[in-house]
């Protein structure tokens, strides 16, 4: 950076008025200006250290640019929501939404492969072994694309398949081409949800949660533009959502990979850093893979609690109720519940790097204090959200936002609230099993995340698959009573309550103990 008193000490001693002293002066002007400038961008998205500070203010530090960068995501899905909600027909809404967690599955393996590669890197940032790190970054460019190849070509393969599962088919032919356009384009896409979340864990790993905010506010605009364009513009229906989705994100994920490069030095590889060995490639793998399966584990128990919720949208006869009451309604209230749930995702994230560093430090005291002091911070979030939500279930106000009024019935809000009134009361269960799985997968531990997943999918199964026709007595349809709806909804608190009684034996013997075993 260009020293301001040197460049002043031009002024002295000479003739001022001569050109070639104008040009010297205005030319040390610009670049003194400029690299002010960059200096303060830098200092901007300047990495944090994990490993020092008060634990509980640099986790909030870290974790507000991840928030608000789950709350942009929220707006991609907000964005498709309005949008949709406002030019397409209810079965095209109703396949949108039915399709939610069957992209959820893949995409979600996704990000949970990049979640658990990144532990293994912020590990070796908390060592300060600057190779490793870079090593670290060239595995999990190879395990990336490799993870995208198949997953793309198997969620294409199933999607026929998977439909027919959340019970999607072509005796509803206007739900059904909405729901098969939708996922086709998005499964095409993988390899842009992979990449942005790929680079976006690389940065977080090293204490940079600032630029993926910042290329992600670029990536919500774009999706804006694109929505607009291919929705109204256009007019390509479900299919056009998802292509304005797809192409901000790969965008996004290109402009943020080139921004690395450039930003950070230290990221550049060399062919010395791809000389991978099998060791490097299996620690990414233990951890990666536990979490990707956990992460798609849980889609497939939100799977079949909407399976279990288009039953109520059915008549006896197998047709579906004209405006989709209860999938419009639950898709509506499980979007503001996406919506709230982004403060305990920004923590839970924070936790993971917060966690990984310093385990890699070998500082355990102060994971636990970090961890500790992190769950009463979720406490209060949980608190939040749920009044939040209450009043925005109030004469059914969330629905407004999400679905236009010609799609907003008594019956849609009536489904929409149930939902609510089962979730919300019991969010602090919800923010102490993000917090638990997060502490506990930044330690490394992830076998232990795998079988929470896995408890929560059995949960739901369970209580979606029986509940229902338990309190109905018999199969559900669009006759049901209420509180059969209400039995279904249950499957989320019952699933996050089996996933954190589980969580506690790590957190007893990992999180509390003063050390750790090798």
């Known amino acids: 950076m260009l020293d301001k008193k040197l460049f002043f000490s031009y002024n002295s001693g000479g003739n001022e008025n001569t050109k070639e002293l104008f040009v010297m002066k205005s030319i040390f002007h610009h670049t003194y200006n400029a690299a002010q400038l960059t200096n303060k961008k830098h200092r901007f998205s300047e990495p944090i250290d994990l490993t020092s500070g008060t634990p509980w203010k640099v986790i909030l530090k870290y974790s507000l640019p991840i928030m608000l960068s789950y709350l942009l995501q929220q707006i991609y899905v907000l964005t498709d929501a309005v949008i949709c909600g406002q030019t397409l027909s209810a079965d095209e809404i109703a396949g949108v939404n039915d399709t939610f967690a069957l992209t959820f599955i893949f995409l979600q393996f996704a990000f949970g492969c990049t979640a658990g590669f990144s532990v293994i890197t912020a590990n070796r940032v908390g060592l300060g072994d600057k190779a490793g790190v870079r090593r670290s970054f060239a595995s999990q460019i190879l395990l990336s694309g490799t993870t995208t190849l198949v997953l793309t070509a198997l969620s294409l393969s199933l999607l026929p398949w998977l439909l027919r599962i959340i019970n999607v088919t072509t005796d509803n032919i206007g739900v059904y081409r909405a729901a098969y356009s939708y996922c086709f384009v998005m499964f095409i896409g993988i390899f842009a949800q992979m990449g942005y979340n790929f680079i976006c864990s690389i940065l977080r790993s090293v204490g940079d949660s600032v630029t993926p905010l910042v290329f992600l506010v670029l990536s919500t605009l774009l999706n804006i533009g694109l929505d607009l364009w291919f929705l109204i513009g256009f007019r390509w229906g479900a299919a056009g959502a998802a292509s304005a989705t797809v192409l901000a994100q790969a965008l996004s994920a290109v402009a943020c990979f080139v921004y690395t490069f450039v930003r950070y030095p230290e990221l550049r590889l060399n062919k010395e850093d791809f000389r991978i060995s099998k060791a490097d490639i299996a620690s990414h793998l233990r951890q990666g893979l536990p979490l990707g399966l956990q992460f798609s584990v849980l889609a497939i128990g939100i ?216």
């Open 303 to 518: 799977i079949t609690m909407q399976g279990a919720v288009i039953r109520f949208d059915l008549q006896p006869d197998g047709l579906m109720v004209a405006g989709n009451p209860a999938q419009n309604g639950f898709g509506a209230a499980n979007k503001l519940v996406n919506f709230l749930m982004v403060y305990f995702n920004g923590l839970g994230s924070a936790v993971v790097g917060y966690n990984a560093q310093n385990y890699g430090k070998g500082d355990y005291a102060r994971i636990r204090k970090g961890t500790n002091q992190t769950l009463i911070i979720m406490l209060v979030f949980s608190a939040a959200c749920t009044a939040i939500g209450l009043l925005l279930s109030i004469g059914g106000v969330y629905q407004h936002i999400f679905l236009s009024a010609d799609k907003i019935s008594s019956e849609s809000i009536r489904y929409g609230n149930l939902y609510l009134y089962a979730d919300m009361p019991l969010y602090m269960i919800l923010g102490f099993l993000i917090v638990m799985r997060s502490a506990v997968q930044g330690t490394g531990r992830s076998e232990f995340t795998l079988g929470a997943g896995i408890a929560e999918l059995v949960s739901r199964v369970l209580i979606c698959s029986f509940l229902p026709a338990l309190v109905n007595g018999g199969p559900t349809n669009a006759l049901s009573s209420s509180g059969a709806f209400y039995v279904l909804c249950l499957g989320d608190p019952g699933a996050w309550t089996l996933a954190s009684l589980l969580l506690l034996y790590p957190y007893f013997c990992y999180i509390l103990r003063e050390k750790y075993p090798n």
